[in-house]
């Protein structure tokens, strides 16, 4: 895994224009992402992870907006690049996988049609290698005899097999980068497996770089390299997926863990965290987490940064260390 960023995200803020007043969904996130490696962006549903994403390829729309910060890759701000290069890289070498198949696939025509679109636009292959193209992909991600199935609706297609159409779309032009949000939510268990061992194979064998959107932490500990933990908008604690399973720094991130059923372990009980998350349409001085953290105290009052706690890991606490109150009883 290369230590050189293919993707730095700084200071990146979403917002979107509400009646009641503006929601700040991104504030101020900052991340890399190498090459060959699995990022996963982990949080409870409205922390700011797909928000996030959807930023990062040019896909906000409003009433959201992006506030600020930069989206560098390869030297450009995608975040200032004029639309038609954002077009460019869209697809190309830079591609998303949604969380809804059946949404992001159009209904009414042909997955082959589908895909040879991203061909055509991105690529100067012919008709015929187009369609080789197409039934390389399709029997990459394991649709049964791909070039008899060119010309079927997305509906005659499971929910599995649509998800594995939606990641051979994404792969059609080799991309440098894969997006994946929430590519797994809408799946059983048994295809949820099938999907992630794909993605697994697919970043070993064509060394993508993966920025996986997920609430399930399940799928953080089978795929990522490393994580990111958000809360309310912000990142909250940043560090190696091992280091941060065996011993969280951000007792948000402590928590999420403890509310995860284990059923290797029938001794662990899943513990709710308690309270709500913040309104963000709200300017908070004190901790986002305090008000929900039973180890909270007068120290919480201020904001911390997200900082350097040591062994490449940043956590945004006070005192950040897995909190006894946190730890896991029998």
């Known amino acids: 895994m290369s230590e050189t960023p293919l993707l730095s995200v700084r200071g990146l803020s979403v917002e979107f224009l509400t009646r009641h007043g503006n ?11 190498r090459a060959g490696e699995t990022l996963a962006l982990v949080g409870e549903s409205g922390s700011g992870k797909s928000a996030c994403a959807l930023a990062l ?17 390869d030297g450009q701000d995608l975040l200032a690049a004029p639309p038609r290069v954002l077009e460019d890289l869209r697809g190309n070498r830079i591609a998303m ?30 008709r015929a290698q187009r369609r080789a193209r197409i039934i390389e992909l399709l029997g990459q991600v394991g649709i049964p005899k791909p070039a008899e199935r060119l010309d079927r609706l997305p509906h005659e297609f499971s929910g599995g097999q649509r998800q594995r159409i939606l990641i051979a779309m994404a792969l059609a032009c ?32 064509l060394g993508l770089a993966m920025l996986l959107v997920t609430h399930d932490l399940g799928v953080v500990a089978k795929v990522a390299d490393r994580v990111a933990v958000m809360y309310a908008g912000r990142l ?56 929900r953290c039973p180890g909270a105290d007068a120290a919480c009052a201020q904001r911390p940064a997200l900082r350097d706690i040591g062994h490449g890991r940043l956590a945004a606490c006070v005192r950040p260390s897995a909190p006894v109150w946190m730890q896991d009883h029998d």
């Open 23 to 33: 929601v700040c969904a991104v504030d101020s996130v900052s991340f890399d992402l």
């Open 57 to 73: 390829m040019g896909l906000t729309t409003l009433p959201g907006r992006v506030a600020g910060g930069q989206v560098l890759f």
């Open 97 to 126: 996988v949604f969380q809804d198949p059946m949404s992001a696939l159009n209904p009414l025509l042909a997955i082959g049609t589908q895909i040879d679109e991203v061909l055509m636009r991105h690529t100067a292959l012919d």
């Open 174 to 205: 080799d991309p440098q980068i894969l997006i994946a949000d929430e590519p797994t939510t809408a799946l059983d268990v048994t295809i949820q497996a099938q999907i992630l061992d794909l993605l697994a194979e697919l970043k070993q064998r």
């Open 236 to 291: 909250v604690e940043l560090a190696d997926a091992d280091a941060l399973f065996a011993e969280p720094a951000h007792p948000y991130t402590a928590g999420l863990l403890r509310a995860t059923p284990r059923l290797t372990d029938t001794r662990h009980r899943m513990i709710a965290i308690d309270g709500v998350p913040p309104d963000l349409r709200l300017r908070r001085s004190h901790c986002d987490f305090a008000p």
